[in-house]
């Protein structure tokens, strides 16, 4: 490839508009995420806390992370040459982000939640998430030669394992909805950093002569994507409202209480006079 020009890359193509996009799906992804671990860490470890953990795998995987670099990715161009995507691939990549967010939340999350722990679920989701970059990049199809800058993409693997442990330390102790919003916030600023970060490494060599490209354009992705993400936020909007409030169910735990006590009054009441029948035909 020596030799060969280098086309102008662009990664604002339509301007702020695909970056804010791509932030608010990451802050979305991760309130989603943070809330429905802080439901999971209520509960005993067991498939109802498993449950829980998978919808935040969904949420922070699909929505935060991998929704958000589709969106990003939007903004990306390369001067005289169109863009394409191996479906697959892509596919691929989609996978990869919930897999590893998964695995990731279940390392910290069904057993006690101790330093080591976090730090090895970070390391582990922390380069799955780089992994995940990388796998969706090796999906791009340029009229040119994709080549990446060692440092930045050193850094951006860097920056995807502190800003892993970092989410994965907010599952284990962020509670209070407030807080979970500033954390979804500073989720959202660690994501994007990344994905921009590892972007800034690209760089495209002109291929002579030019070939036809193949593979979906991102007009093309874009639809069932956007189908696919409402659907799964609408799934996480109705879980999380259809969980009674914690006054509600302490309520009902009373009332289960009340009403088992008064059982247990009227079987002491119905035992007594057998009982004393039973003294009775003894003597």
Request: proline share 4%; charged share 10%.
């Amino acid at each position: 490839m020596a030799g060969l020009p280098t086309a102008e890359v662009h990664h604002f193509t339509y301007g702020l508009i695909t970056p804010a996009l791509a932030y608010t799906l990451s802050v979305l992804g991760s309130l989603l995420g943070l809330t429905c671990t802080a439901r999971a860490r209520k509960l005993e470890p067991g498939a109802r806390r498993g449950g829980w953990l998978l919808l935040a795998a969904w949420a922070i995987g699909g929505t935060g992370i991998w929704t958000m670099h589709f969106m990003a990715m939007l903004g990306f161009g390369v001067r005289g040459s169109a863009v394409r995507y191996d479906i697959p691939i892509t596919v691929a990549s989609a996978v990869i982000a919930v897999g590893v967010v998964g695995i990731g939340l279940f390392i910290v999350g069904l057993g006690k939640a101790t330093a080591p722990r976090v730090l090895f679920g970070g390391l582990f989701t922390g380069l799955g998430v780089a992994s995940m970059h990388y796998t969706g990049m090796a999906a791009v199809r340029v009229d040119g030669h994709i080549t990446h800058g060692r440092d930045l993409v050193i850094a951006s693997v860097v920056i995807a394992v502190v800003a892993a442990t970092v989410a994965l330390w907010f599952t284990v102790v962020v509670t209070k909805p407030g807080v979970i919003f500033a954390s979804a916030l500073l989720m959202g600023v660690a994501v994007c950093g990344m994905h921009y970060t590892a972007m800034a490494a690209v760089a495209v060599q002109e291929r002579s002569p030019a070939i036809q490209l193949h593979g979906a354009t991102a007009g093309t992705l874009l639809i069932p994507i956007i189908v696919l993400v409402v659907l799964v936020v609408i799934m996480l909007f109705y879980a999380l409202l259809s969980v009674p409030k914690e006054e509600d169910a302490a309520a009902r735990a009373f009332l289960e209480r009340q009403h088992a006590d008064r059982l247990a009054a009227e079987r002491a009441a119905t035992a007594a006079p057998a009982m004393g029948a039973r003294r009775t035909r003894l003597r």
